[in-house]
């Protein structure tokens, strides 16, 4: 499995410099008294890791990036993220359990309910919670009221002056994982995108921002930052064996991941609403001697979007089941028969029961 990385960078080597500035120390508190090392520094760590964020951060695409596989799906079109996924890094020493989460976003509908639901369980008994940032839509915000993070004079001189510069979401963000924890990890996402003179004006913010035990600036796309990351996580979670084995990368099925393979086709080829009106069920996934036979249902709510999603002659259909068969194909390293059948389902978004058999349990 390959990480996509195909998204245009702006910026070259614009933050090298920076990077290496956090070579050193890039943890800006101290560990909690559970999760020191009682005087053996060498023991392993292992712990749950949840990363939260608004919409269309680079949430999935920084787990993906860390992990160097691809495990939850993306696309440019925010709320892509339903369920929680877990992706597990091994390092020698170091077992860090990733719980990508959907966006959290306010929404009365019940099946955007039930994925917050799932974003802030997850902020529940973990180890430590990253923050992601996306850098580019802070700076044209900070833009669009008036001042330029570039011209430099901008540095908070307390918390509550820090947090008076997040946009209106950030802010009700915080005050969510706040219930949850006091302590939280920033990531800025999206470096690639703005130039050093204006990440660090950005910086500087958040780094003033109360609870915060640092900020790392990353690009997810190039991988800018990740070891920094992973070295600012270490400290803060506990001297313990690993909670899985090495070897395993996700405790999601193989059938969740091939349904939100295909459900990712839907994504990137539908618009408007139908990739939201999408749900993705495997009914018969069995493998053969050579080749695995998969059979999966796509629900949709109205018979409109069931016309668009076939096509004429069935022609969008039968592309969007071949790029999905390629990508699970290329996941399960064996030859796949897939089979895709489109059945509507009248409103099943709102409906708690169908959420629950669909797997939206929240």
């Known amino acids: 499995m390959t990480t996509d990385r195909s998204q245009t960078s702006t910026s070259g080597d614009d933050h090298a410099d920076l990077l290496a500035e956090q070579q050193g120390p890039v943890v800006l508190g101290e560990p909690s008294a559970e999760t020191k090392d009682p005087g053996h520094s060498e023991s392993g760590r292992a712990g749950l890791v949840t990363i939260v964020g608004l919409p269309n951060v680079g949430k999935s695409t920084l787990m993906n990036g860390l992990l160097g596989e691809k495990l939850a799906i993306m696309s440019p079109k925010p709320q892509t993220t ?3 996924i877990r992706g597990i890094y091994t390092a020698e020493d170091t077992q860090i359990v990733f719980v990508d989460t959907p966006g959290i976003h306010e929404s009365r509908a019940p099946l955007n309910r039930a994925m917050v639901g799932q974003a802030i369980e997850a902020l529940e008994q973990v180890d430590l919670v ?14 669009k009221l008036g001042f330029d993070p570039s011209k430099g004079g901008l540095a908070p001189t307390s918390g509550e002056e820090a947090e008076a510069r997040l946009s ?3 802010r009700k963000l915080l005050r969510r994982i706040r219930h949850y924890t006091d302590q939280f990890l920033f990531v800025l996402n999206k470096i690639d995108r703005v130039r050093k003179t204006q990440l660090l004006p950005i910086m500087e913010t958040y780094a003033a921002v ?3 035990i640092g900020v790392l600036p990353v690009s997810a796309i190039t991988g800018d930052g990740f070891s920094q990351l992973v070295d600012a996580i270490r ?4 001297v313990c064996p690993r909670l899985y084995d090495g070897d ?3 405790d999601r099925s193989l059938r969740f991941l091939c349904a939100e393979l295909l459900r990712e086709q839907v994504f990137h080829r539908t618009r408007q609403e139908v990739p939201y009106g999408v749900a993705v069920q495997i009914e018969v996934f069995t493998e053969h001697s050579d080749v695995t036979h998969i059979q999966s249902v796509v629900w949709v709510e109205r018979a409109t979007q069931r016309g668009i999603l076939l096509g004429k002659g069935g022609q969008m259909m039968k592309e969007l089941a071949s790029a999905a068969r390629a990508q699970m194909e290329q996941m399960l390293q064996r030859r796949v028969f897939l089979e895709v059948h489109v059945r509507v389902e009248p409103k099943w978004s709102e409906r708690v029961e169908t959420l629950r058999r669909l797997g939206y349990s929240n």
């Open 82 to 84: 339903r369920d929680q």
């Open 130 to 143: 990253i923050v992601v940032i996306d850098v580019q839509k802070v700076r044209d915000a900070w833009k």
């Open 248 to 250: 395993m990368l996700t």
């Open 168 to 170: 209106r979401r950030d």
């Open 210 to 212: 109360d609870g915060n």
């Open 235 to 238: 400290p803060h979670l506990p």
